[in-house]
């Protein structure tokens, strides 16, 4: 088998074409987007990679460029297995989540992809393959906008193709909340898929509170209604609120997951390939779920996880995010009939712009 030869990190802030907004991380501007790019011995090459909100990054690519290297160079690289638990202990002591954790998973990410390439096989079918269209929602980072801007966005990715959308919620006063979800209903009809994400705004008797009022509106799921590290808390808005709940996208390790599912805290698990530990860690938390007859959906990284989902029988949404990379990768996602397809090219099949991105390195 090949060795790594050579680890390249990269960081770059992406500038958002609109301000986005949620009610935990206020006004997004721009986010920050780390690269790694891992050759072997015979010259293949895999790319990985993790983003932030805008903080942080600088951490998460220095972990990259002096931590990591000497923990896998001279590691046979279809190892991923071994590389990912030498990497997860050698880290440990340090950093068991935050920085270290999105540093492994874009790693991970890499030497999958290198792994896929090296098969000549697209990622999908190397994890086991199930079905390469996946469905898919827009998910908006909209809380602030107002309730005719919000109904236009939502036009505007009718018109891309999705048959299923999230919106945002966790306004000062939940009587806005209902409002906006009511005339998100109104606008999209009975039966079109709603989400609604709360991005940990509430206490866990604000949230019941919320998602007893949003139960006339059938949401699919309420993401996020309260802080991630509380996993009672999460049961209790299961068992009272009426509402299914998704949640997991800050949770940073399998056994984390673990935790919410055994304790029934969780309807969907949403794990983000770009800091739960790479696609090892994703693949091990989607069949965790599947043990429990949960269905799993994801967030970010839509380019990515569209492949992970595909080779996953219990996948449910894939959410295309609103950080997209549409401008500096060759092959943007496709949606037929609100469903991504996972391409067909080996590897993960992205390719990127790294002309365009090197002008936006800090």
């Given amino acids: 088998m090949p060795r790594i030869a050579s680890i390249e990190s990269g960081l770059y802030r992406i500038p958002l074409p609109v301000t986005l907004s949620d009610s935990t991380h206020g006004e997004i501007a721009a986010f920050e987007l780390i690269t790694c790019r891992i050759r072997d011995a015979d010259g293949a090459e895999g790319v990985g990679y993790t983003y932030t909100v805008g903080r942080n990054g600088g951490a998460v690519a220095d972990i990259l460029k002096r931590e990591i290297p000497p923990l896998v160079e001279g590691c046979e690289a279809d190892d991923t297995e071994a590389i990912w638990h030498h990497v997860w202990w050698g880290l440990h002591y340090g950093g068991r989540g935050g920085p270290a954790v999105l540093a492994l998973s874009a790693l991970d990410i890499a030497l999958w992809d290198l792994k896929a390439r090296r098969a000549k096989l697209p990622l999908y079918q190397l994890l086991g393959g199930f079905d390469s269209r996946v469905p898919c929602y827009a998910g908006g980072i909209d809380l602030d906008l107002s309730v005719e801007a919000l109904l236009a966005q939502t036009d505007g990715n009718l018109a891309k193709g999705f048959r299923a959308i999230k ?28 989400m609604a994400d709360a991005n940990m705004k509430w206490t866990v008797e604000d949230a019941i509170r919320a998602a007893r009022a949003f139960v006339p509106y059938d949401l699919t799921w309420l993401e996020e209604p309260i802080i991630p590290d509380d996993v009672a808390g999460h049961a209790r808005i299961m068992q009272a609120g009426g509402v299914p709940i998704a949640a997991g996208e800050n949770l940073r390790s399998l056994w984390e997951f673990k935790n919410y599912i ?54 449910s949404y894939l959410e295309a995010h609103g950080f997209g990379l549409d401008k500096y990768i060759e092959h943007p996602l496709v949606l037929e009939d609100g469903k991504a397809v996972a391409p067909s090219r080996p590897g993960h099949g992205i390719g990127f712009d790294w002309t365009g991105l090197a002008k936006l390195a800090p």
């Fill in 167 to 194: 919106m945002k919620v966790g306004r000062p006063d939940l009587k806005s909340d209902v409002a906006r979800v009511a005339a998100m209903r109104q606008h999209l009809g009975d039966s079109f898929p709603l």
């Fill in 262 to 315: 055994a304790a029934g805290a969780v309807s969907y698990p949403e794990p983000d390939v770009t800091n739960c530990g790479g696609v090892t860690a994703f693949m091990k938390i989607a069949r965790l779920a599947e043990a429990f007859n949960l269905p799993v959906t994801s967030h970010g990284a839509h380019d990515v996880t569209v492949h992970l989902l595909a080779a996953c029988p219990n996948r």
